[in-house]
């Protein structure tokens, strides 16, 4: 029988973007040949997508890595880099998706979002022709591609049902549902029968049907992870209301409104919103009591929770009593209640990485050619608008680099004046308050 997991942890990446390539056309009847580097193609997305096939996490049980492919690099003659393949995973209805670390939500696969792109892949980076200019006719620098993302996500399945079933463990829950839809649980006479949370579909004459969940039994403790029902109270926050089964006849030796503030409590400290939500008490196992001891016990429990809202029914999962009552009643208050799906928000946003790492640059000292050098995608483009020919371009750029801290980066690493600094294409020499511009490689060596 397959095991049923509902939390699983896995490590995604996108695809890295393809270089663009530095070449220059060769052909024997073409006098002045120009760049011709082609870009690189774009790295894979990591998408993920609703199977309706599945049911569980199982697929993910081990967690694992999975990884969408890179662009491929820029070629010569202008040839573009063949695009990186997305990768799709499949998850069920129902699963959520978060930042690992955080525990933020990044996105819940249910209802609408059927397909959700996690992590975008790397562009590819420009090949030379695109670099071109009057001044710089044979430019020697292509763009990388952008980098790969990568993140530690946790997915969390969190079942779709109209009502949640609640309660100790061996109150009936499982013999409930078998009676009142399709489900089949596994029925015994054990603490803790129901070792996952299982879906019915209960059809009604001339009312509304609905999708009732077993939740497997809470004991007190659990929304601190004690027993075994702590690990699926996620997914009473999805249903609408909830039915509240209790052993009415106390054939465990445990008072019955005990057993319902204890439950409502343990609901609480897991979330309070889902004490929010409409409940109604189905007290159980009334076959088992004599017809005296029936009425007394219903009526000490409507006393306290009727007042309140929650209305008692008197229920037998072995004779039938009171159940169509029960059901009836539930789809009736269903059908009064808003039509609003319950989707979990967005809290984490995977681009913020992209953002970040498109600002970083890095300051190094190259011992071999005695050059201080500086690199990041944040250079780069800066270096794609600004036009370092022209007095005020070159002024721009000197704000720039102080204003982010580059000239700091520098004098730590015990820059002096004179020393040549290299960006990309570009090379100039430092003065503390220059007005020196910085040349083209090319240039200098055109010169």
Sequence with gaps: MPVFVDKAKIFIQS???GDGHISFRREKYVPNGGPDGGDGGKGGDVIFVIDEGINTLADFHYGGKYKAENGQDGNKRRCHGKNGQDLYIKVPEGTVIKEAASGKVIADMSHENREVVVLKGGKGGNGNMHYATSTMQAPKYAQP???ALSLEVLLELKVIADVGLVGFPNVGKSTFLSKVSNAKPKIANYHFTTLSPMLGVVDLN???GFVVADIPGLIEGASEGAGLGHEFLRHIERTRMMIHVVDAASTEGRDPIEDIEAINEELKNYNADITSKPQVIAANKIDMLPEGEQAEIITKIREKYEPLGVKVFATSTLTGKG???LLYY?????SELPEKSVVFEQEFFPETMIRD???AFTVSYDKDTAEYVIEGPKIEKMLGYTNLESEKGFAFFQKFLADNGILDELEKLHIGE??????YGYSFEYYRNADTKPVSEDEDEEE
């Design 15 to 17: 695809g890295k973007g």
């Design 145 to 147: 591609g952008q980098p």
């Design 206 to 208: 001339d009312a509304k």
């Design 323 to 325: 159940i169509q009552e």
């Design 330 to 334: 539930v789809s009736r208050t269903l």
């Design 357 to 359: 790492a498109e600002d």
């Design 418 to 423: 004179g020393d040549t600094v290299r960006m």
